[in-house]
């Protein structure tokens, strides 16, 4: 079964420096990717997604994330950081079922604080 | 695009009640999953519809059911509410792609 993991539950970063937020994978088969963000009683906004080809990609608000498959790592980055970035990051793996469609599995999630 | 919208927003419950969520997809998504989120548990898959039929499910008692009708539109049911069932539930659409875009989601409290 597909897992995700997070390990960083908080991280307080300082506005306008660099952040990189860690996700760790397993699953079997080439995985599908994701980095949602989750803003206090939202739902979860999609940052970037990585199904194949180029191993850096780039998404919404100045995100981006490498894909590492020889470290089944998936960990997001930003340059410069602003205070509207603070939230909580999830990152997800998604798993084709048998039956068609996909489910996503999810980490725990970190949660950004930006200090000003 | 009109993104994925959920009906209500927050519902107060008793314990032994049933409830009822609503979920509207983005137009041309077919497919609608929905998940539960609790900060004891995290996201959590419940089951997922394509074409008016349960596609896939998670591993949660049968309290928990859904239905889609030929709109697409779904809708998630909870029967016989426990304390426990208080949660965030997320409501997320796609195509026959693997991408989920998340609706805003439906807070319900148990008391």
């Known amino acids: 079964a597909q897992s995700v993991t997070q390990p960083d539950i908080h991280i307080t970063v300082s506005e306008g420096a660099s952040l990189e937020l860690r996700c760790n994978y397993s699953?079997?088969?080439?995985?599908?990717l994701f980095w949602y963000v989750q803003s206090p009683g939202q739902g979860l906004q999609l940052l970037l997604k990585y199904f194949s080809g180029d191993t850096l990609v780039q998404g919404i608000k100045g995100f981006e994330a490498e894909f590492k498959r020889s470290q089944s790592s998936f960990n997001l980055r930003k340059p410069s950081v602003h205070w509207s970035d603070a939230a909580e990051y999830f990152c997800a793996v998604g798993a084709r079922l048998t039956g068609g469609g996909n489910k996503l599995t999810f980490g725990t999630g970190t949660q950004l604080k930006v200090e000003l | 695009k009109a993104g994925v919208t959920q009906t209500p927003r927050y519902l107060i419950k008793t314990r032994g009640q049933q409830v009822t969520l609503s979920c509207s997809p983005i137009s041309g998504h077919r497919s609608v999953s929905w998940y539960q989120q609790t900060p004891g548990q995290g996201l959590q898959f419940l089951f997922e519809y394509f074409s008016e039929t349960q596609r896939n499910k998670g591993n949660f008692p049968g309290r928990f059911s859904g239905r889609q009708f030929s709109n697409s539109r779904s809708e998630m049911n909870v029967s016989t509410l426990e304390l426990g069932d208080s949660a965030l539930y997320l409501c997320?659409?796609?195509?026959?792609?693997?991408?989920?875009?998340f609706g805003p989601g439906t807070r319900l409290l148990v008391l």
């Open positions: 997320a659409s796609s195509t026959s792609k693997e991408t989920q875009y």
């Open positions: 699953y079997g088969a080439t995985p599908y």
